[in-house]
């Protein structure tokens, strides 16, 4: 069955990184396009980021761009989200998801925290 499984949240300070990664399995991951999105506490799940199957375009939130980085390694089934320059406007569970077989497919999500 398809799973998708975060990893990489944690607490970290204003001005720092954290880098997300999404395990992929029971598809053929290297086809299909990828996503993290996120939710804020009393907010509805926003798209962050977003990468082609074959990693050739992304596409960002106006929120993250320039400071978020989505990538993907299909060798290894897994995309990634760099995420530096933190600010606490950045806190939220952070999810993987991917249209796979005609529905969507979450992961669990992981939370990142921004505080000092």
């Known amino acids: 069955q398809v799973q998708l499984v975060e990893s990489g949240g944690g607490l970290v300070q204003p001005g720092g990184s954290l880098r997300l990664s999404c395990a992929g399995s029971g598809f053929i991951f290297s086809s299909y396009r990828m996503s993290w999105y996120r939710q804020a506490p009393g907010k509805e799940r926003e798209l962050v980021a977003a990468?082609?199957?074959?990693?050739?375009?992304?596409n960002y939130a106006g929120s993250v761009k320039g400071r978020f980085t989505i990538s993907r390694d299909n060798a290894k089934n897994t995309v990634y989200l760099q995420m530096n320059s933190l600010n606490p406007e950045d806190t939220a569970v952070y999810y993987c998801n991917s249209w796979v077989y005609g529905r969507d497919y979450w992961g669990q999500g992981t939370q990142v925290t921004v505080s000092s």
């Open positions: 990468i082609t199957s074959a990693g050739g375009r992304t």
